[in-house]
C-alpha cells in the first residue's frame, strides 16, 4: 500500500501494480465528504471499452464515524476493485487480454490526490509469486506467445523472450491444441493427448401433440418433441508430466476463456466440472474433459 495525504488527511491506496480481482482498497481518514473519479485508459489490443462509451466513473462517499461522530475516529473506504474490472470489457474478436493503465483521483474539500494504477486481469492468491522465473513448452507446429509483465502485460512471440524464461521447443503435431488465460492474465498452452469423444442429447421444449390416423383407426399418444439438444465433449490428457508442467495445467479449470485451435481459428471451448488429484509424485497425467460447441440442430 502506498500512503499520502489530502488536505490534511491521510490516505492509504493500493500500489502502482495491482489486480482487478483481488481486493484493492482505498482509506481516507477525514471527517469530510470524499469524491473518487476513475477512468481507464483507451486503445491497446483487447480489453477496451468501444470508444463510444464514456467509461469513467465518480464516486461520493461520506465518512464513517466509529466512536459518536469522534473527527478523529471517522475515515471513507472504497474497495475499488469492481470499478477496475469494469474498465475490461474483454472482446475475443479484438486480440489478446492485456493490462490496462487506470486513473485514479481522489479529492476532499477541493484539494486532490492523483495516481495511476496498472490494472491485470487476474487474481494473486496466498502463496502464489507473480512473473516468476519458469520453463514454458513451444508447440512449433501451432501458434504460440510467452507472456510476461515488464511495466505491463506483454505478449511475444519466442524471439523476445526474457532471460528468466526457458523455453523448450516441441515438434508434436498429433493432438487437441489448447490456449486459456491464467489466474494471472498469463496466456497458457498445450497440445493434449486425445481421447474418446463422447455425445450426449437432451429434449427441449414443448410435447407436440400429433393428430394421427392410420389407414382404418385414429389413434391417441403420438407426439413429437419441439427440439433436441445434443452436447459433445473430448477426452484430452497430457502424460507424465512434471510437478511445474502440472500446476500451470491446473490453471485451465479455473480459467473463463479456453481456446481450441482448429483449422487455422481459435474456438471458444470449456472444460468439464471436474476434481483433479495431486498425488504428489514428480511425474504425473493430467486429464480434462472437454465440452465443444454445442451442436446447431433443427427444432420444430
Known amino acids: 500500500m502506498r500512503t499520502g495525504t489530502i488536505n490534511g488527511c491521510s490516505i492509504k491506496y493500493p500500489d502502482d501494480v495491482v489486480f482487478c480481482f483481488n481486493p484493492n482498497m482505498i482509506t481516507v481518514n477525514t471527517s469530510s465528504e470524499v469524491t473518487f473519479v476513475i477512468s481507464s485508459d483507451g486503445?491497446?489490443?483487447?480489453?477496451?471499452?468501444?470508444?463510444?462509451?464514456?467509461?469513467?466513473?465518480?464516486?461520493?462517499?461520506?465518512?464513517?464515524?466509529?466512536?459518536?461522530?469522534?473527527?478523529?475516529?471517522?475515515?471513507?473506504?472504497l474497495d475499488i476493485s469492481a470499478y477496475l474490472q469494469a474498465c475490461f470489457d474483454i472482446n475475443r474478436n479484438s486480440g489478446m487480454v492485456e493490462s490496462k493503465v487506470v486513473h485514479v483521483k481522489v479529492t476532499i474539500s477541493g484539494e486532490s490526490l492523483e495516481f495511476d494504477l496498472t490494472v491485470i486481469w487476474g487474481a494473486m492468491n496466498i502463496g502464489e509469486t507473480f512473473n516468476a522465473p519458469r520453463t514454458v513448452t513451444n508447440f512449433t507446429k501451432y501458434p504460440f506467445t510467452v507472456t510476461f509483465f515488464d511495466q505491463k502485460i506483454r505478449h511475444v512471440s519466442v524471439s523476445d523472450v526474457p532471460e528468466?524464461?526457458?523455453?523448450?521447443?516441441?515438434?508434436?503435431?498429433?493432438?487437441?491444441?489448447?490456449?486459456?488465460?491464467?489466474?494471472?492474465?498469463?496466456?497458457?498452452?498445450?497440445?493434449?493427448?486425445?481421447?474418446?469423444?463422447?455425445?450426449?442429447?437432451?429434449?427441449?421444449?414443448?410435447?407436440?401433440?400429433?393428430?394421427?390416423y392410420g389407414s382404418q383407426y385414429g389413434y391417441y399418444g403420438v407426439s413429437r418433441m419441439q427440439g433436441k439438444e445434443t452436447e459433445e465433449t473430448k477426452k484430452a490428457c497430457a502424460t507424465l508430466v512434471d510437478k511445474d508442467t502440472f500446476n500451470m495445467l491446473l490453471t485451465v479449470h479455473?480459467?473463463?476463456?479456453?481456446?481450441?485451435?482448429?483449422?487455422?481459428?481459435?474456438?471458444?471451448?470449456?472444460?468439464?466440472?471436474?476434481?483433479?488429484?495431486?498425488?504428489?509424485?514428480?511425474?504425473?497425467?493430467?486429464?480434462?474433459?472437454?465440452?465443444?460447441?454445442?451442436?446447431?440442430?433443427?427444432?420444430?
Open 43 to 77: 486503445g491497446g489490443i483487447g480489453g477496451v471499452f468501444d470508444s463510444t462509451f464514456d467509461r469513467t466513473f465518480t464516486i461520493v462517499k461520506k465518512p464513517y464515524f466509529e466512536d459518536n461522530r469522534d473527527e478523529y475516529n471517522s475515515y471513507v473506504e
Open 164 to 212: 528468466y524464461i526457458k523455453v523448450v521447443n516441441n515438434d508434436s503435431e498429433e493432438g487437441v491444441y489448447l490456449r486459456w488465460i491464467d489466474r494471472h492474465g498469463f496466456y497458457q498452452y498445450w497440445l493434449f493427448q486425445e481421447g474418446t469423444n463422447e455425445s450426449k442429447s437432451e429434449e427441449y421444449g414443448e410435447q407436440l401433440l400429433d393428430n394421427f
Open 254 to 300: 479455473s480459467s473463463p476463456l479456453v481456446d481450441m485451435y482448429v483449422d487455422g481459428n481459435w474456438i471458444p471451448v470449456r472444460v468439464k466440472d471436474s476434481t483433479t488429484s495431486d498425488n504428489g509424485e514428480h511425474l504425473q497425467d493430467f486429464e480434462i474433459e472437454i465440452i465443444l460447441p454445442g451442436i446447431i440442430s433443427q427444432s420444430l
